[in-house]
């Protein structure tokens, strides 16, 4: 059976009958989540999707009731009282407790439960004559519960992480004398299920712990109280706090509802209720204080005692309307969960089983098990695609390449370091070393020395359909697999037969030797290339020639190309380039990812006026001011914004240029620009940069560049996989040059010979070559109809090996480095070569 046979829903259907909840699961997808046709959302483990029923039951709810102040004591603080109580009381309903067992704090969420039993807990300080508490925890955990450690450290506190072979492993370690006099307490946090491969962890081990028969309990001597952090359980899972009467419970709504957030909550068991303290009170957690007195009674019940000032009621009500609808249309946890790990087993089974035509697997799937049972596994899928040499394809050009398609993964070491380096094998000092490469967590370098830095990551929901899986499958194969796309028939076998020991994927894992990645020799020195526009061409030692074909600005982020042939090079670059921004409401950058029209607008620069023209089709031309002026500063509005994870200072446009760009947008958004008083300087010096580059809004560089060879031969072999491309047409040159957003457009040299040049001279003018540049998917938008399509960015991948590069970030060589370029002055003019473009 070949791939695509096995990618049907007939298929599936064969290896897994717990799909969806009963009546028609199509119709169900339609009426509460229709906001999602189109695309494939698989990152359900960092935020779920809410239905539409939830929403609308909610506001109905909040539109025709008035809910107070559950301090006060007036009929609508009583029902506000009233409605929060029952959702407590439902959210113990839920873990099959009772409040005669457990009490539920309302928090900020799953971290601030966390924090609040860090800076509750009984912690001693190890002395002389007392060992004090532990703190231990499974290195398999969330940084929310590792970073707990920052606050006992400076308590004296002994801190233990204890990887999860050794929890039973070290059992057999003979344990002291019970000494009941003993009542030290220690704490020890485990996941339920691992946010990183979805491993779920024996609910066993919270009784084994704390009747101090598993380690590190068995070594240790006092009273051992267990934090299970359920947040990554509970989203498709059910819980029974029966069977694991944790002490403490954090958790997190929008993992379970999509809606809402920033709401969470602490179960604590109560038998651990008494031993939290608090030093400071907040409103509503006083049964009596002095304002002039150190005297103080704390409220006597704990979730009073613990929830400071009033508790987002408002929130609480939607997670009343966040239970009813999830047993409305799905029927109970247990059916989430035979339903998502269905979806994730068939995902596990193929993704594992895929080949390159040579026969070398596709992935790198990290996890224990073989998604043989969803009381050991959940609906997560961790792992690492491979080219066909066997080489790791990183994880930021999987995800770059999956928003071409639509499809919403998760990518990076998930707040988990150390899953992420147990699985990927990853040393404490290479994580250092990466450190001082420049990765820091969150960042987009997936690999340093060829080696990766995290993963790829899909979850799935209850919502979650088999079109996800199929669609993300195919996905992979077209975008990632050598063709032919071959299926390793002996490892599906085995895993159909979901037997415990056999087919491991451990048998395919492939271990990639150091300096894997094809890298220029060190002592290799660079290609000089020397550039001359001004009409002129300058020979190259292929005998061709070197000419600047193109000059081009964009004087609003996102927006039309302004050619040019001849213009002023200011501090931040090309005058005006990148000078002005559109932001939405919010005041967030608003980009070609999200709002393609952007490019159908067309700036333009008008100096001898003073004014930058906004014009697009069916809309009257407007203008705005070039430079800062009396009327810019009384009456505009200075405002902070983020680019590139830069923080700028701004200025507002004014009204009209909102309206114009509201109207034509369809969305309520304004124009804002750099304030010409602030400086954004750039993130990373170039080497022997004697002073700092000043930015624009630009994203890394001031200027980006373009060679026509390379265009062309990405062009040729967009040609040869035309018939793949599903539909989409043939580009030519233009308009793959204009989907690059390049200033300048240089012809007559090798394709990809740009790569290895360290800096370039143009005319009179030097610069410096800062590196290259990682493409996004905007490079996928048709910049004349604002259209997505897949191509150039499939044949760019291909053929660079997965790397999103196609163009290279230069600097204005505004200091002599080199002896043989002359110093520039401060300003120059371009001039672009009118033939061949």
């Known amino acids: 059976m070949d791939f695509q046979q096995l990618c049907t829903f007939e298929t599936f259907k064969q290896l897994w009958n717990h799909y969806g909840y009963g009546g028609n699961f199509e119709e169900l997808i339609e009426r509460e989540f229709k906001r999602i046709k189109g695309t494939t959302y698989l990152d359900h483990a960092a935020a779920t999707l809410y239905p539409e029923s939830l929403i609308r039951d909610y506001c109905q709810d909040i539109s025709s009731n008035v809910y107070g102040n559950p301090h006060s004591h007036n009929p609508s603080s009583r029902l506000t ?5 029952r959702v407590r009381y439902r959210v113990l309903q839920h873990f099959n407790v009772t409040p005669e067992e457990y009490s539920v704090i309302f928090t900020s969420g799953c971290t601030a439960a966390l924090k609040l039993v860090a800076e509750s807990f009984p912690w001693s300080p190890q002395t002389q004559s007392d060992v004090g508490s532990h703190f231990c925890y499974l290195t ?19 801190t233990m992480p204890v990887s999860p072979q050794e929890v039973e492993s070290r059992a057999k370690e003979a344990a002291p004398g019970e000494d009941v006099s003993c009542q030290t307490a220690h704490l020890f946090c485990y996941p339920a299920q691992s946010n990183f491969s979805g491993l779920k962890y024996p609910l066993s081990h919270v009784k084994g712990i704390q009747a101090r028969r598993l380690y590190p309990a068995c070594v240790h001597q006092g009273r051992w109280f267990v934090l299970l952090d359920a947040a990554s359980h509970v989203s498709c899972s059910p819980l029974n706090l029966q069977d694991c009467p944790a002490d403490f419970i954090p958790i997190s709504f929008y993992k379970m509802f999509g809606f809402p957030t920033g709401l969470g909550a602490l179960l604590v068991h109560k038998n651990a209720a008494g031993i939290l303290k608090k030093t400071y009170f907040g409103g509503g957690t006083a049964a009596a204080y002095l304002s002039g007195e150190d005297f103080y009674v704390q409220a006597l019940n704990i979730s009073d005692r613990f929830e400071d000032g009033t508790v987002s009621f408002l929130d609480i009500i939607a997670v009343n309307h966040g239970f009813d609808a999830l047993y409305r249309v799905t029927g109970g946890m247990h059916s989430i969960q035979q339903h998502t790990f269905g979806l994730a087993r068939y995902t596990y089974m193929l993704l594992s089983s895929l080949c390159h035509g040579n026969g070398r697997p596709v992935a790198l799937i990290y996890t224990e098990g073989q998604f043989d049972s969803p009381s050991t596994q959940g609906a997560v899928l961790n792992f690492n695609l491979m080219d066909s040499h ?20 998760r990518t990076g070491c998930f707040c988990n370091t150390g899953a992420c380096q147990s699985f990927l094998g990853i040393s404490d000092q290479q994580m250092k070393r990466n450190l001082q490469a420049g ?7 997936d690999l340093v020395d060829g080696q990766p830095t995290g993963s790829i990551r899909v979850s799935f929901g209850y919502m979650s359909t088999f079109e996800d899986c199929q669609k993300f499958l195919n ?41 894997g990645r094809c890298e220029m020799d060190e002592k290799e020195k660079p290609l000089e290339a020397s550039l001359r526009g001004c009409g002129h061409k300058e020979s190259n030692s292929t005998g061709g020639t070197y000419s600047l074909t193109n000059i081009y600005i964009y004087p609003i982020k996102s927006c039309g190309a302004y050619e040019v042939h001849h213009w002023p090079v200011g501090p931040l670059g090309l005058l005006y380039d990148r000078g002005w921004m ?45 430079e800062k002026g009396t009327q810019m500063q009384t009456c505009h509005q200075v405002c902070q914004s983020k680019v590139c994870g830069d923080r700028v200072e701004t200025v ?9 760009l509201s109207d034509f947008l369809g969305q309520p958004c304004r124009l804002i620009r750099l304030n010409p008083d602030f400086t954004r300087e750039m993130k ?31 062009q040729k072999l967009m040609s040869s996989r035309q018939e793949d491309s599903e539909g989409d047409q043939l580009l030519d040159t233009q308009n793959v040059i204009s989907r690059f957003r390049a200033n300048l457009v240089i012809a007559g040299v090798e394709p990809f010979e740009e790569d290895n040049w360290s800096h370039l001279i143009i005319g009179n003018t030097p610069f410096v070559v800062t590196g290259q540049c990682g493409r996004c998917q905007m490079v996928g938008v048709d910049q004349e109809t604002g259209t997505r399509t897949k191509e150039p960015l499939l044949s760019l991948s291909t053929y660079r090996t997965g790397k999103w590069t196609g163009t290279i970030h230069l600097r204005y060589f505004s200091k002599t480095i080199l002896n043989h370029i002359p110093h520039p002055s401060q300003q120059h003019g371009f001039t672009g070569e009118e033939s061949g473009r």
Not at 149 to 156: A, E, F
Not at 439 to 445: A, E, K, N
Not at 652 to 659: P, R, V
């Open 390 to 409: 066997g080489q790791i394809i990183g994880y930021s050009q999987v995800d770059r390449m999956a928003s071409l398609y639509n499809i919403h993964v």
């Open 439 to 445: 990765h820091v967590c969150g960042d987009s370098i």
């Open 582 to 626: 559109v932001v939405n409401r919010n005041g967030v950058c608003l980009s070609q990812k999200r709002e393609q029209r952007l490019c159908l607008i067309h700036p333009q620069v008008h100096l001898p006026s003073n004014k930058l023209l906004l014009q697009a089709s069916g809309m009257e031309t407007i203008s705005v001011p070039l």
């Open 652 to 660: 507002d446009c004014g009204d009209e240029a909102a309206s114009w």
């Open 140 to 158: 398999d955990s969330h940084t929310s519960v590792v970073g707990i450690r920052g606050l006992t450290s400076g308590r004296g506190v002994v």
């Open 81 to 85: 009282h009233d409605t929060v109580e």
């Open 475 to 515: 996905f992979v194969a077209e975008c990632f697999i050598e063709k032919p796309v071959t299926v390793d028939q002996n490892r599906l076998e085995k895993l159909k037969a979901v037997t415990a020991h056999e087919g491991s994927f451990g048998d395919h894992q492939v271990k990639i030797p150091n300096g």
């Open 684 to 714: 990373k010096r170039p080497s022997g940069a004697a002073t700092s580059t000043s930015l624009s809004l630009v994203n890394e560089a001031q200027y980006l560049m373009i060679n026509r060879a390379s265009v062309e031969l990405i």
